[in-house]
């Protein structure tokens, strides 16, 4: 392998890896309250809101299941507006962000409904508030799953994050894509591939990890 | 545990309060609505009382009704219908945050304990005082007079996944004690312990009523919660309060059928299954009447039917028998048999000393 192309995989790592953070974070940041929201709205719940709950949820789901291509392609007006291009990391980052977040929503609604509803309960009868509830209660006791998902949430954005490449969004999908497939450099699309494994075992092993560091339910010996 | 002012200073602690109970529900009603548009009544025309200090023990099969009562006390259902009055306040009528506010001197004890998995003993127990907006030197104080009074100091940094159910549950007192409730309420609190534990975890409910005067309310399906704790019962049974009154009243003379049936459950109350299988309604020839005599307090321990056998020369058949402690006084319990051409002449010289009797039947 030719410096030249180790130069060329570390960019793109370095790329795949900020379109990813990023993405990440932002998409986390509006899914949690999403997901905390569409968690404790329901019918007798502590923010009942059924109606907006059901449309929220419908929203959720329509943006989940549009293939994430066509996502991309669909919301180049939107992109420009937000970053003045349709093409780059920075570009791509508006997609991914998009698509995450009603994943990452979803995820924390989830790990959000596994927690005993007798602790709400509890908390309730001390006399707390439905946001003290949410900040002392379901957050802290959801956390381990609400990890996990995140992890789960970065794997897929990894994956999509190559996706991107085939419409000029940078990364180690691009480099795949032009190299690999392109000029036809199998070695170019291993290393690629490669790379992308190792990324995925890191963050699934680092996720696995905390989770079970904050997961008091179980004895730690 | 066994205090030396114990029984009696609670005693003269309820003589010298005022007579307005600090719990009161007048009149109240709860419907759920149900499938089918079809409404579900948990409880009718409920009136129920509880004294300052007292501990009250509310008995029922499931699904009779008692989790709602329990609940209605800190706002978590609201009636139907009806008042409930908690330290003055209608607490079906207060806005949301006066009812927080208002559920801060209301205690909660749970039978799944409820803690945060995520928080070590001293931290659930810190939570309600968080929540209440405490500041960190007061938390930390008040934390470890609880830690202390339910004897967990050596405890606090543990997770309740390293607990044992009954520290678990002395956690959870802990915590409903943090703001210095006036009531606590106990929602099956022993039922998921074996007896032993149940037991201390009793006797401390006991301590804490004791000592701190706390006024408790307590649901349970357990005969043996109410016999060593409460003061004072009532029977619920399909969503009504069937019989209610002084715990020893109401158990050693149960006038509804629920109420029996509970004692029934009780060592030494139900027939032995040899004369349970033999029971007829009717007297036939040779057979023998079979008898539950009662013995209440003072009399708990006479040699009645020494003197039966002595001064009327009826000889009695001993089938069952049994000296219990209900609310601390002594009960007796035993069934006899008795020659039917004595029956009369035997129940009339038992009331006359002051016995309870009750002719279950003859067994031939």
Redesign the interface.
């Known amino acids: 392998m030719s410096p030249e192309m180790i130069r060329l995989i570390a960019n793109s790592t370095g790329e795949t890896l900020y379109m990813v953070a990023v993405s990440a974070l932002i998409a986390t940041l509006f899914g949690l309250p999403l997901g905390v929201f569409l968690a404790t709205s329901g019918k007798g719940e502590l923010f009942a809101a059924p109606w907006v709950n059901r449309v929220l949820g419908v929203i959720v789901n329509a943006t989940r299941s549009t293939p994430f291509i066509i996502l991309v392609v669909a919301i180049i007006p939107f992109t420009r507006l937000i970053a003045g291009t349709s093409i780059g990391t920075n570009a791509a980052i508006v997609p991914l962000t998009i698509a995450a977040t009603p994943f990452i929503a979803r995820l924390i609604e989830g790990a959000i409904r596994e927690v005993?509803q007798?602790?709400i309960?509890?908390?309730?009868?001390?006399?707390?508030?439905p946001l003290?509830i949410v900040r002392?209660?379901l957050i802290?006791?959801a956390?381990p799953g609400i990890v996990l998902g995140l992890t789960l949430a970065v794997v897929s954005l990894l994956g999509f994050s190559a996706m991107v490449g085939a419409v000029g969004g940078g990364g180690l999908g691009d480099l795949g894509i032009r190299y690999g497939y392109q000029r036809f450099m199998p070695e170019m699309m291993l290393a690629v591939v490669v790379v992308l494994i190792v990324l995925v075992q890191a963050v699934q092993s680092i996720g696995d990890r905390l989770a079970r560091h904050?997961n008091?339910?179980?004895?730690h010996a | 545990m066994n205090a030396p002012l114990g029984y009696l200073g609670g005693q003269t602690a309820q003589r010298l309060i005022p007579a307005e109970p600090i719990v009161r529900l007048e009149k109240v009603s709860k419907t759920f609505p149900g499938r089918d548009d079809q409404p579900v009544t948990a409880l009718r025309e409920i009136n129920l009382a509880v004294p300052q200090g007292s501990i009250l023990g509310v008995i029922g099969r499931s699904g009779a009704g008692k989790s709602t009562l329990i609940r209605l006390v800190n706002g978590l259902e609201k009636p139907s219908s009806g008042k409930v009055i908690v330290d003055g306040a209608d607490i079906a009528a207060l806005p949301e945050a006066a009812l927080r506010h208002a559920r801060r001197s209301i205690g909660m004890i749970f039978q799944h304990f409820n803690l945060l998995s995520s928080r070590t003993a001293a931290q659930n127990i810190a939570l309600p005082l968080e929540v209440a907006g405490y500041d960190k030197a007061e938390i930390g104080t008040r934390v470890e007079e609880l830690l202390a009074l339910v004897g967990l100091s050596d405890k606090r940094n543990r997770y309740p996944s390293e607990l044992s159910g009954g520290q678990k549950q002395r956690v959870g007192i802990a915590r409903a004690l943090a703001t210095k409730p006036k009531v606590l309420l106990s929602d099956e609190a022993t039922s998921a312990l074996d007896p032993e534990t149940t037991r201390s975890i009793l006797d401390l409910l006991g301590r804490i009523n004791d000592e701190l005067g706390l006024t408790i309310l307590l649901i349970t399906h357990e005969m043996a919660v109410i016999r060593n704790i409460a003061r004072e019962v009532a029977v619920i049974e399909g969503g009504r309060i069937v019989e209610q009154g002084d715990v020893f009243e109401v158990f050693t003379r149960p006038q509804h059928e629920v109420t029996r049936s509970f004692l029934a459950d009780e060592s030494g109350r139900a027939l032995p299954p040899y004369v349970q299988s033999r029971l007829t309604a009717e007297a036939a020839p040779g057979s023998q009447a079979v008898v539950r005599i009662g013995f209440r307090g003072p009399h708990a321990t006479d040699p009645v039917l020494a003197r039966l056998a002595r001064d009327l020369s009826i000889e009695t058949n001993i089938l069952s028998g049994s000296v219990d402690e209900i609310a601390g006084r002594p009960f007796g319990t035993l069934v006899v048999g008795v020659p039917e051409q004595s029956l009369a002449t035997t129940l009339d010289f038992l009331n006359k000393h002051g016995l309870d009797t009750e002719v279950l039947g003859h067994v031939a």
Not at chain 1, 121 to 129: C, I, K, T, W
Not at chain 1, 216 to 219: F, L, S, V, Y
């Open positions: 005993d007798g602790l309960e509890a908390a309730r009868a001390f006399g707390a508030s003290q002392k209660v802290p006791e956390l904050l008091k339910r179980i004895r």
